[in-house]
């Protein structure tokens, strides 16, 4: 069982910076789709940023130019470098790991970090 853990979310201002990191207990394989998603009251959990299956990397239309995913498979981490934040940012972040093999398809996600953004 994989567990996943969010952090880097606070208080930030608009136009500013945040780096959210996600560190798992488990191998995180080049050929895994690791991805980050937002949510907020009363609304569904939407995909921000994701790196599918280690190849092709796609954004949400909304932080396209603003916001970057990155993986460092030596230390088991996803990250997300956000800037020019906005306050419709404003969400729970969480970090979603797919993992495919053999025995099926295995979806793990974090407890989440919260992000506001405000004045």
């Known amino acids: 069982q994989v567990q996943l853990v969010e952090s880097g979310g606070g208080l930030v201002q608009p136009g500013g910076s945040l780096r959210l990191s996600c560190a798992s207990s488990g191998t995180i394989l080049s050929s895994d789709t690791v991805g980050w998603y937002r949510q907020t009251p009363g609304n569904e959990r939407d995909m921000v940023a994701i790196i599918r299956r280690g190849r092709t990397t796609d954004y949400a239309e909304s932080v396209k130019g603003r916001f970057t995913i990155s993986r460092d498979n030596a230390k088991n981490t996803v990250s997300l470098q956000m800037v020019s934040l906005k306050p419709e940012d404003t969400a729970v972040y969480y970090c979603?790991?797919?993992?495919?093999?053999?025995?099926?398809?295995?979806?793990?996600w974090g407890l989440g970090t919260q992000v506001t953004v405000s004045s």
């Open positions: 979603n790991l797919v993992q495919s093999n053999w025995r099926g398809v295995y979806t793990y």
